[in-house]
């Protein structure tokens, strides 16, 4: 699969998981600070964003411990994108009020994480490298 077509995948599934992500943060700031309810709501539509992802994006197949460190990989990106967002929210808040400083930071998380998970987490993306992996024994 080409570079545009994965891109194109990542986003489609990036503007489902961004919905998702919204109106949790909608909902949750009405009762948690703008930078916590932006940090929540990134979580969950990061679920969404690695299931998605795992199956119509990079074409993951693996299993055992190369899935457990998969999740590990992808858990730890959006940790750091979670993070990341909830900074860029916390301090262009003020200057520019929460809805837009939520949509400075979704454009940099975006870009930040799909080159994250791209080389990091789901290197093998080649679904014949992932077929190749699947095939070899876990330890």
Known sequence: MGAG????????????ALA???LCFIALSSTFEAGSAAWMAYLIGGV??????RRHVFHSATSGRQQVLEVALFVGS??????LTAGIVHAAAPAF???????????V????LYWIR???VFPWHDPGVAAASVTQPSR
């Open 78 to 83: 959006g940790v750091f994108g979670a993070l």
């Open 97 to 107: 009020g929460k809805n837009v400083a939520k949509m400075i930071a979704v454009g």
């Open 48 to 53: 969404v964003t690695y299931v998605l992802s």
């Open 5 to 16: 077509v994965m891109f194109s995948r990542y986003f489609i599934i990036g503007v489902f």
């Open 118 to 120: 791209k080389i990091v």
């Open 109 to 112: 998380s975006f870009i930040t």
């Open 20 to 22: 998702t992500d919204w």
